[in-house]
């Protein structure tokens, strides 16, 4: 067997597979002898049909089978040994006269076109100057999140005075019938309500003002305007069990208790950013600010490598691509893809194509290695930040690791982190080698940069995922080692 390769120009090539009669034969014979001892033919005992019966029923289909067997290891293997960068996978030669006959011929050759991974500069130094944004935050959004945390970090006190509409009032509940405790009636203890979700108001004016020890008759359906779900939690029934229940009820309030926000002080410190992490006020505000402000650097990130695609793209318009075997590779892969909607979608692919060659040989030529800690590492910050959307910014370091350790068991989870880990290097890495303009600005006017940049590229959101996805299939064997 001989493989070669062709090079058509520097971008396009043809893989030469040469097969003579030894390469391809012990194999034909060995799958036709297994066919052999397996057919039930009629007539025949198994494993006693004559081989010219097997040859004659089985022979150009085992043939078949074995050749594209050889060849197909031997391209993948031509790819591998030589290093090459392809684009794609290799697609049949089509043209007329390179076309196989099994039926004659028993030497064969069998041609492959491959599209190659162009060669190329980037000018990428301190001559590019280009801004990144961060965000200094507004001082009154800093007092709404420590406003925050002082209502998460509360607590309900007991007490003695006169409830008001968002007091958690507990008590007893004892189902009445003309005034008096009814027979065999239901009764619930430890029934609880706040006034401020009773929908009647005439209900609720009854609450209000209520002491420990008094005792108040409504009707809970009346007080619920007949939602069914409410009534049935407050009586710790199900809906179908109160379905058929209107009686009045009798509360007797055994206690309110009402939610007092946390005080500024050294307790709501160590509880928002662990023990010691700040121990004054001015710290304090300066640590959270920052941990805000931190949370937008994901979206200042994506902001700064969108725009470097661009001037990245910009320098790699006149980088000769195979045009053509791409179309054909893009429309062969696919069923559903027709000559036109590839013509269509081909310069969106294109661009992201080039962006993902460059980010490619950013990382070859800088030895930029991503370590499995690099992903762990990551996973206990996606953790970190999904925690503290809802408030939750001080869990324990073994929480933390658990949760991520979780993610990092889904392997389709373990490849979005790898290719952020990536990515976030090569941010760094472009941060290092062109000269970065900080600007900071304010949330509100990061917010509008950024939904100016989603307008001015809303024409390729709709198709954003599927031509990323398309990327990455085109130089998936980009490098074959």
């Known amino acids: 067997m001989k493989s070669t390769l062709n090079k058509i120009d520097e971008v396009n090539g043809t893989i030469l597979i040469e097969l003579e009669k030894a390469d391809y034969q012990d194999k034909v014979d060995k799958s036709l002898n297994q066919f052999r ?157 706040m006034p401020s979700y009773i929908k009647d108001e005439a209900s609720k004016a009854k609450f209000i003002g209520s002491k420990v020890g008094d005792n108040i008759i409504f009707n809970p359906k009346t007080a619920y305007n007949n939602n069914e779900a409410e009534v049935a939690s407050l009586l710790q029934s199900t809906k179908e069990e109160i379905k058929d229940v209107n009686s009045d009820f009798r509360f007797e309030i055994n206690e309110v208790t009402r939610y007092k926000e946390a005080e500024l002080n050294q307790e709501l410190f160590d509880r928002v950013l662990g023990e010691g992490g700040a121990t004054t006020e001015e710290e304090f505000r300066t640590k959270v600010k920052e941990q805000l402000e931190k949370q937008f650097k994901p979206n200042a990130d994506h902001l700064f490598i969108h725009e470097m695609r661009d001037i990245i793209v910009e320098q790699m318009k006149d980088v000769k691509f195979p045009d053509e075997f791409l179309k054909r590779w893009l429309l062969e892969s696919s069923e559903n893809r027709t000559e036109e909607q590839v013509e269509e979608d081909y310069p969106k692919i294109l661009e992201d194509l080039k962006f993902h060659i460059a980010k490619q040989k950013i990382i070859e030529e800088n030895e930029i290695k991503i370590e499995f800690k690099d992903i762990e590492e990551l996973a206990t910050e996606v953790a970190r930040a999904q925690f503290a959307q809802y408030g939750m910014t001080n869990l324990p370091a073994d929480v933390l690791q658990n949760y991520a350790k979780s993610m990092l068991e889904k392997e389709e989870t373990v490849q979005n982190l790898f290719e952020k880990a990536t990515e ?18 304010s949330s509100k006017e990061f917010n509008e940069i950024m939904t100016e940049h989603s307008h001015l590229h809303s024409e390729n959101v709709a198709d954003e995922n599927e031509v990323e996805s398309e990327t990455e299939e085109v130089s998936s064997d980009e490098t074959n080692e």
């Not at 064969?108 to 991974?117: A, C, D, Q, V």
């Open 37 to 193: 001892q397996r057919a039930e033919i009629p007539g025949f005992r198994q494993g006693k049909v004559p081989k010219n019966v097997i040859q004659k029923l089985y022979g150009k289909s085992v043939l078949i089978d074995e050749i594209n067997k050889i060849v197909t290891e031997e391209v993948s293997n031509f790819v591998r040994d030589n290093k090459l960068k392809i684009l794609g996978e290799p697609l049949n030669d089509q043209s007329e006269d390179r076309q196989v006959d099994l039926d004659k011929d028993e030497n064969y050759k069998f041609y492959f076109n491959i599209g190659l991974t162009p060669e190329f500069d980037l000018k990428l130094g301190k001559e590019i100057e280009h801004t990144y944004y961060s965000v200094d935050l507004e001082e009154d959004l800093l007092n709404k999140q420590i406003d925050a945390y002082k209502q998460n970090y509360g607590t309900y006190l007991k007490v003695e005075e006169e409830s008001v509409e968002t007091d958690l009032i507990k008590g007893t509940l004892t189902e009445v019938e003309n005034g008096e405790d009814k027979e065999n009636g239901k009764v619930i203890e430890n029934a609880i309500l």
């Open 424 to 441: 976030d290097k090569v941010i760094d890495w472009l941060k290092e080698n062109i000269t970065v303009i900080e600007k900071k600005v």
